[in-house]
């Protein structure tokens, strides 16, 4: 997924403004792509140039006018272009499992409070999703008018929830099974002896 495909599906719902995209972003596909405003503001422009977006700029009493992006019709046709082809196949990269598989080399307390730490970030996130994030699915599919959304935007919650979940349960199962493997004499590293 690129930024410029994730913007034009967010405004093919509704004109935005930068700040409301990156509001957006918060409010619903965050847990799958991120973005900062400033990303957003440069993204923004290279698809106005493409012809992708037009803006106007409204005026505001006593306040910053803002200016307004709504897609075009090739914006619409190049949202409908990505959505077709296949999926970019994912990059396999997880700094943390690095970690764990040259774990051995690390302190047995230094690597249980990272993994610990990832565990508590997958757990809050975990508890994002089911708390915070669904009843505002529900709450922004009465603004868009298609209840048809709310079923593709919980399906992508739920596969948020399920990858945080396993890996709340991975951590709990690697911190068990690290806790069970005897330190070596002297270094606090693990033991090549298991």
């Known amino acids: 997924m690129s930024l410029p495909h994730a913007l034009l599906g967010l405004i093919n719902y509704s004109p935005a403004t930068g700040?409301?995209?990156?509001?957006?972003?918060?409010?619903?596909?965050?847990?799958?792509?991120?973005?900062?405003?400033?990303?957003i503001y440069r993204t923004l422009?290279?698809?106005?140039?493409?012809?992708?977006?037009?803006?106007?700029v409204e005026h505001q009493d006593g306040r910053p006018s803002r200016k307004v992006y709504?897609?075009?019709?090739?914006?619409?046709?190049?949202?409908?272009?990505?959505?077709?082809?296949?999926?970019?196949?994912?990059s396999p990269r997880s700094p943390?499992?690095?970690?764990?598989?040259?774990?051995?080399?690390l302190s047995r307390d230094r690597l249980i409070g990272q993994i610990t730490g990832w565990r508590e970030y997958h757990a809050r996130l975990l508890r994002k999703y089911e708390d915070e994030i669904l009843p505002m699915i529900e709450k922004h599919s009465h603004r868009i008018g298609n209840p048809d959304d709310v079923r593709f935007w919980t399906l992508t919650l739920d596969y948020g929830r399920r990858q945080a979940r396993m890996t709340v349960d991975w951590c709990d199962e690697?911190?068990?099974a690290i806790e069970g493997v005897p330190k070596a004499e002297g270094d606090g590293s693990f033991s090549s002896r298991s």
Do not use: C
């Not at 422009?45 to 106007?56: C, F, T």
């Not at 943390?96 to 080399?105: I, N, P, Q």
């Open 45 to 56: 422009s290279k698809m106005e140039e493409n012809g992708w977006l037009s803006s106007n």
């Open 19 to 39: 700040y409301d995209l990156n509001a957006a972003f918060k409010k619903s596909i965050y847990f799958f792509w991120s973005a900062t405003l400033p990303q």
């Open 70 to 90: 709504s897609i075009s019709e090739a914006g619409k046709k190049e949202f409908q272009r990505w959505l077709a082809e296949p999926p970019e196949k994912p």
């Open 96 to 105: 943390m499992l690095a970690k764990v598989f040259f774990g051995r080399h």
């Open 174 to 176: 690697t911190l068990r």
